[in-house]
C-alpha cells in the first residue's frame, strides 16, 4: 500500500556532506512517524533520527549535533542531511514511516553511505 524508495547515498570522505531523501507513494491518509535507520554489516539495525506527525525530533547521540531530519508534505519525502561525517557512520541507511494510529511500518529498500578518505 506504501512504497519508500532511497537515494542521495554515496562515498564521501571524513567532514564532508550528504544529504539522503526517501519518496513515498501509495494509498494512505495519516502517518504517525517517520525515521531514518542504518545499519553497518554484522551490526544491528539502529534508529539514526525520527519525526513524529506533530513536528517532534529525536536524534541518536551518536549524530546528534550533526544531522537533520525534514520531511516536504507536498512532494511526499522525508530527508536526512548529514554533515560532518564520521568513518563511523559507514552503513546501509534506510527510511522508515508509520500509517495512522495503529503505527503499520513500511521500509524503503536502503541506500549505501560510505565514509572513508
Known amino acids: 500500500q506504501v512504497q519508500l524508495v532511497e537515494s542521495g547515498g554515496g562515498l564521501v570522505q571524513p567532514g564532508g556532506s550528504l544529504r539522503l531523501s526517501c519518496a513515498a507513494s501509495g494509498s494512505f491518509f495519516s502517518i504517525y512517524a517517520v525515521a531514518w535507520y542504518r545499519q553497518a554489516p554484522g551490526k544491528q539495525r539502529d534508529l539514526v533520527a525520527s519525526?513524529?506527525?506533530?513536528?517532534?525530533?529525536n536524534y541518536a547521540d551518536s549524530v546528534k549535533g550533526r544531522f537533520i531530519i525534514s520531511r516536504d508534505n507536498a512532494r511526499k519525502t522525508v530527508s536526512l542531511q548529514m554533515n560532518s561525517l564520521k568513518p563511523e557512520d559507514t552503513a546501509v541507511y534506510y527510511c522508515?514511516?508509520?500509517?495512522?494510529?495503529?503505527?503499520?511500518?513500511?521500509w524503503g529498500q536502503g541506500t549505501q553511505v560510505t565514509v572513508s578518505s
Open positions: 519525526m513524529t506527525s506533530s513536528g517532534g525530533t
Open positions: 522508515n514511516v508509520e500509517i495512522g494510529t495503529s503505527r503499520i511500518g513500511y
